[in-house]
């Protein structure tokens, strides 16, 4: 029930995309927002992107603004990170966490995290 699983990790070309999804339960996509985080090597984790579980209201850091799309399959249970016009820069492990309030997420603090899932882009 408060689980969350990613996948769709993965070597890519600069330039290229990727699917993220992270994998979770109807209890969690129902009362928690959902939130996406990398760690790059050597440095701290990052917030990524939000969606809220209330009004599918959404947040991106300005890094990955214009490239990078969050949504949420209520049927599949599952939420998506979309990531276009990858970097090197885009390299780490992401996570999915979820969080009991939108706020909450935007400050990266998580109830429940998944394992994670490396990215790397390079040519």
């Known amino acids: 029930q408060l689980q969350l699983v990613e996948s769709g990790g993965g070597l890519v070309q600069p330039g290229g995309s990727l699917r993220l999804s992270c994998a979770t339960s109807?209890?969690?996509?129902?009362?928690?927002?959902i939130g996406w985080f990398r760690q790059a090597p050597g440095k701290e984790r990052e917030g990524i992107s939000c969606?809220?579980?209330?009004?599918?209201?959404?947040y991106y850091v300005d890094s990955v603004k214009g490239r990078f799309a969050i949504s949420r399959d209520s049927a599949r249970k599952t939420v998506f990170l979309q990531m276009n016009s990858l970097e090197p820069e885009d390299t780490g492990i992401y996570y999915c966490?979820?969080?009991?309030?939108?706020?909450?997420?935007?400050?990266?603090?998580?109830?429940?995290w998944g394992q994670g899932t490396q990215v790397t882009v390079s040519s």
């Open positions: 109807e209890f969690i996509l129902s009362w928690y927002t």
């Open positions: 966490a979820a969080h009991d309030a939108f706020s909450s997420c935007r400050m990266g603090v998580g109830d429940y």
């Open positions: 969606i809220s579980n209330k009004d599918d209201s959404t």
